[in-house]
């Protein structure tokens, strides 16, 4: 792999045979995006445990997409693994894993569920968003994370005598109240600095793209891909 540093918001990746692994904050969940041969090698390679993999989005059905996916759902059944799947894939994707199972004579012993792309909002957890954009025989993403608020300090309430109950919460928003003899509680001094979002891209590069040069503009981190 091939990576290009072109500024502080942009990497370009040379080839399109390879993975992206997904990791939210504070979760132990992990999104794989594209499964290309050798996945679970990359997984035990950066150390990962490969039971964490909570959803797999696929963007196209090209050989280079897919081709690491049976031997990966095969290898979850193997380990153990009880709970659910969620894989984010085109509509034709179900042909190809029925044929796999099939022929194979494999069976998964977890829940798999298969949900169609389509453009617009296809996950929405975790106060993370992902946006699919088809395109001609392919899906481009874009991932979006809320600004979180940070933790309210109770021993700091407690020292300005303020009672607990539903005003906690506006604190904890930013919010400032003004007492009767006039003093004024700021709740951003009652809370920890808040978790900044991020927004970013995954698009298959072409030049001249008016969505390109937007992207530059709008995101923290923007993935161009090169065929």
């Known amino acids: 792999?091939?990576?290009?540093?072109?500024?502080?918001?942009?990497?370009?990746?040379?080839?399109?045979?390879?993975?992206?692994?997904?990791?939210?904050?504070?979760?132990?969940?992990?999104?794989?995006?594209?499964?290309?041969?050798?996945?679970?090698?990359?997984?035990?390679?950066?150390?990962?445990?490969?039971?964490?993999?909570?959803?797999?989005?696929?963007?196209?059905?090209?050989?280079?997409?897919?081709?690491?996916?049976?031997?990966?759902?095969?290898?979850?059944?193997?380990?153990?693994?009880?709970?659910?799947?969620?894989?984010?894939?085109?509509?034709?994707?179900?042909?190809?894993?029925?044929?796999?199972?099939?022929?194979?004579?494999?069976?998964?012993?977890?829940?798999?569920?298969?949900?169609?792309?389509?453009?617009g909002l296809i996950i929405n957890q975790y106060g993370c968003r992902m946006y699919a954009i088809k395109s001609i025989n392919y899906y481009e993403f874009m991932i979006l994370?809320?600004?979180?608020?940070?933790?309210?300090?109770?021993?700091k309430a407690t020292s300005n005598n303020i009672i607990a109950g539903p005003i906690y919460g506006k604190f904890k928003k930013g919010s400032s109240f003004l007492c009767p003899d006039g003093f004024t509680i700021d709740g951003y001094k009652l809370t920890s600095i808040n978790k900044i979002g991020f927004q970013l891209s995954c698009l298959f590069y072409c030049f001249y793209k008016k969505r390109f040069f937007e992207m530059f503009v709008y995101n923290n981190l923007v993935l161009l891909i090169n065929f």
């Not at 990791?23 to 969940?29: E, G, Y």
């Not at 984010?88 to 977890?110: E, I």
């Open 1 to 119: 792999m091939i990576l290009r540093y072109l500024d502080i918001q942009t990497y370009i990746f040379r080839k399109k045979n390879m993975s992206f692994l997904i990791k939210l904050p504070s979760l132990k969940d992990v999104w794989l995006l594209n499964c290309v041969e050798s996945s679970q090698f990359n997984f035990f390679h950066q150390s990962f445990k490969i039971n964490n993999i909570s959803k797999i989005i696929i963007p196209s059905l090209h050989t280079l997409s897919i081709s690491g996916l049976l031997g990966l759902l095969s290898t979850l059944s193997l380990v153990g693994r009880v709970k659910s799947l969620h894989v984010y894939a085109p509509s034709d994707l179900k042909y190809y894993l029925d044929l796999g199972k099939k022929y194979s004579r494999t069976n998964f012993s977890y829940v798999l569920y298969l949900h169609v792309l389509k453009t």
């Open 145 to 155: 994370h809320s600004e979180h608020h940070g933790t309210f300090n109770l021993d």
